[in-house]
Structures are given as structure tokens and as C-alpha cells.
């Protein structure tokens, strides 16, 4: 399916316009869109193997508290190594080749041999605001349970971010969301500008964590972010 664009604008293009897209995608060649200017979000929704399906609802269901945070050389690292306590669970072959070839992607994208990884389990909204991260640019991935919610460039204000512009009201009240929420698909794989895209003041992605469900009470969360 060909990539299509939320909140385009008719203005002429410029460095940074006045309204950033995003681009949705079942193509994982679209991630390169991140360096369109007027991109600032490229979401690629994927159908998950089987087997990594059984791995994260195995993993999940015991309800383990996983907090996984390391800088690795993307040629040397093993990623066989991950979560290796799971091992003995069917799919974590799958699931960590899965890993491996978005951290290769990733790199490769960026021209970079270093990269930030961090896999977690979460029981509830670590981040329940929306809010933009303080990063050039991050990989997510919800491998199961609720993925990320954001808003369409056009349909947030942000002078409602933060709790001085939102005056502590809860973004449902502030103003903040003009339009709706958006949700990313399990398994989807998204590239997020943040606040430091190009080193500067940068309107990156307005997003936030899911609040968990009875039906969907935990997720495993993989990040990738730049080494500067």
C-alpha cells in the first residue's frame, strides 16, 4: 500500500513548515522520509510473525518487570543476548532477529555504528502527558499490549504542551488536542522527530504513553535512540 500523509499543507515548502506531515507507510524503505522537511513522523505498520507473537504474550503473561537500557556497536553486539532469561520461550529466535534488523535499518539510516536500545515492560503510562522528547529522532516499537498515541500536526496546539501551557489541566481539558488520538498499531514501527532534530528548536512528534486496559494491562516497548 502506498505511503499517505496526514495534516498536508498548501504552503510552499520550507526548512521547517508550518505544518509537519506524517507519513504512514507498509514499507519500511518510507523511514527514509524522516528527512523530508516536512516530515516528522514516519509510521510503518507490519503484520508480526507468529512466533513473535507467542514470545511477547508468553513474556507478558508472567507479568516480569523488564527494564533493558544499553549503548551498543550495531557490528559487534550479539543480539542473541537479549532477554535471556526468555530464552527457553517459543519465538525469541524470531524476536530478536526481528530487533537486530530494526537496529541494523536504524543505523544505516542515520549512517551511524553506535545506537541507544531499550526494551521494557510497562504496567502503566510512564509518560501519560503528550509531550515531544528532548531527541533528535526515535525509533518505537510496542511489540504487545497498546502502542503510542500522537497527534496530527494540525490537530494540537502547542502552546497547551507542558503544565505551564496547560495551566494543570489534563490534556483533554487544556486545549491541547485539537483533533483526535491517534494510536500506533502493535508491531508498527515508527521514527519520531524530537525537540533536537538538525541541533535545534524543532517541533518533533506530540505524543504520549497509552494507559493500559484490562484487556491490554502490560507492553513490551523497544526504543532505539541516537549516541551523540
Given at each position: 500500500?502506498?505511503?499517505?500523509?496526514?495534516?498536508?499543507?498548501?504552503?510552499p515548502p520550507?526548512?521547517t513548515?508550518?505544518v509537519?506531515?506524517?507519513?504512514?507507510?507498509?514499507?519500511i524503505?518510507?523511514?527514509?522520509?524522516?528527512?523530508?522537511p516536512?516530515?516528522?513522523?514516519c509510521?510503518i505498520r507490519?503484520e508480526?510473525?507468529?512466533?513473535?507473537?507467542?514470545f511477547?504474550?508468553g513474556l507478558?503473561?508472567r507479568?516480569?518487570?523488564?527494564?533493558s537500557?544499553?549503548?551498543?556497536?550495531?557490528?559487534?553486539?550479539?543480539?542473541?543476548?537479549?532477554?535471556p532469561e526468555?530464552?527457553?520461550?517459543?519465538?525469541?529466535?524470531?524476536?530478536?532477529?526481528?530487533?537486530?534488523?530494526?537496529?541494523?535499518?536504524?543505523c544505516?539510516?542515520?549512517?551511524t555504528g553506535?545506537?541507544?536500545?531499550?526494551?521494557?515492560?510497562?504496567?502503566q503510562?510512564m509518560?501519560?502527558?503528550?509531550?515531544?522528547?528532548?531527541v533528535?529522532?526515535?525509533?518505537?516499537?510496542t511489540?504487545?499490549?497498546?502502542?503510542t498515541e500522537?497527534l496530527?500536526?494540525?490537530?494540537?496546539?502547542?502552546?497547551?504542551?507542558?503544565?505551564?501551557?496547560?495551566?494543570?489541566?489534563?490534556d483533554e481539558d487544556?486545549?491541547?488536542i485539537?483533533?483526535?488520538?491517534?494510536?500506533?498499531?502493535?508491531?508498527?514501527?515508527?521514527l519520531?522527530?524530537?525537540?533536537?532534530?538538525?541541533?535545534?528548536?524543532?517541533p518533533?512528534?506530540?505524543?504520549r504513553?497509552?494507559?493500559p486496559t484490562?484487556?491490554q494491562?502490560?507492553?513490551?516497548?523497544?526504543?532505539?535512540?541516537?549516541?551523540?
Amino acid at each position: 500500500m502506498p505511503a499517505h500523509r496526514y495534516a498536508m499543507n498548501a504552503a510552499p515548502p520550507r526548512e521547517t513548515p508550518a505544518v509537519r506531515t506524517a507519513v504512514v507507510s507498509d514499507d519500511i524503505a518510507d523511514l527514509a522520509c524522516i528527512y523530508q522537511p516536512d516530515v516528522n513522523l514516519c509510521l510503518i505498520r507490519r503484520e508480526p510473525e507468529p512466533a513473535i507473537l507467542r514470545f511477547v504474550g508468553g513474556l507478558l503473561k508472567r507479568g516480569d518487570a523488564i527494564e533493558s537500557s544499553q549503548t551498543l556497536s550495531v557490528e559487534h553486539f550479539d543480539f542473541s543476548s537479549l532477554l535471556p532469561e526468555y530464552r527457553a520461550l517459543e519465538g525469541h529466535d524470531p524476536w530478536w532477529r526481528d530487533v537486530a534488523r530494526l537496529t541494523v535499518a536504524f543505523c544505516d539510516l542515520f549512517e551511524t555504528g553506535s545506537v541507544g536500545l531499550r526494551l521494557r515492560t510497562l504496567n502503566q503510562a510512564m509518560c501519560p502527558r503528550f509531550h515531544v522528547d528532548f531527541v533528535p529522532c526515535r525509533l518505537v516499537c510496542t511489540y504487545g499490549g497498546l502502542g503510542t498515541e500522537w497527534l496530527a500536526d494540525d490537530e494540537v496546539d502547542r502552546s497547551k504542551l507542558g503544565l505551564a501551557g496547560s495551566k494543570g489541566l489534563a490534556d483533554e481539558d487544556s486545549g491541547l488536542i485539537l483533533g483526535r488520538v491517534r494510536a500506533m498499531p502493535a508491531h508498527a514501527v515508527a521514527l519520531m522527530k524530537g525537540a533536537t532534530w538538525a541541533g535545534r528548536d524543532y517541533p518533533g512528534v506530540v505524543h504520549r504513553s497509552p494507559r493500559p486496559t484490562s484487556e491490554q494491562p502490560r507492553r513490551l516497548l523497544l526504543t532505539l535512540d541516537l549516541v551523540l
